[in-house]
């Protein structure tokens, strides 16, 4: 499932808002997920919801759960950005158990060490650190700035992004 997913119809995006107070588009992970719920297409023995880069790291470091960085989760849906967490309550509406949400973390933030298996695998030393999976703007950001808090990004390809840290009051 990945953000080009359509299998939600708007009058079912229109009623999940309604339910959830979030307005989502069709491709959100939250809003497939919650669909996917209604549909009872979520097996029962599923042991969770993530983005495939969550599932890499996971592999990666050998951790029993799923971790997502914060802006993963952002757009994935039913988050709270000022709380830097779920929405837990949006996420029970939709018929999901927090028990299938990943651990959210901070931008950039390690998730753990590769593993053995994994080093040998892919040629590396065991140990070293593995950092939570982030979108490709949120990557060029880590690579760019060295100082977040007084830099800004500005990315230009096919499309363009200025992009800047922004801290929520609490």
């Known amino acids: 499932i ?3 997913d359509s299998r939600c119809e708007t009058a079912w995006l229109q009623a999940l808002y309604e339910q959830t107070g979030y307005r989502l588009h069709s491709g959100y992970g939250a809003a497939t997920a919650a669909c996917q719920a209604q549909r009872g297409q979520i097996p029962p ?5 993530g983005t495939i880069g969550d599932l890499l790291v996971m592999r990666l470091t050998g951790r029993g759960r799923l971790l997502i960085d914060c802006t993963n989760a952002a757009s994935v849906g039913f988050y709270h950005q000022r709380q830097a967490n779920w929405d837990y309550t949006a996420w029970q509406k939709a018929g999901i158990h927090s028990s299938l949400l990943p651990e959210v973390t901070a931008m950039g933030a390690a998730a753990g060490q590769l593993t053995r298996q994994a080093a040998a695998s892919l040629g590396l030393p065991q140990g070293i650190a593995v950092a939570a999976a982030v979108g490709d703007q949120q990557a060029s950001l880590l690579a760019t700035l060295t100082n977040p808090a007084e830099e800004i990004a500005v990315t230009l390809g096919t499309g363009g992004q200025v ?5 929520f009051a609490h």
């Not at 023995?45 to 919801?49: D, I, P």
């Not at 992009?163 to 801290?167: M, N, S």
């Open 45 to 49: 023995q599923a042991k969770g919801l």
């Open 163 to 167: 992009a800047a840290e922004q801290a």
């Open 2 to 4: 990945n953000w080009q």
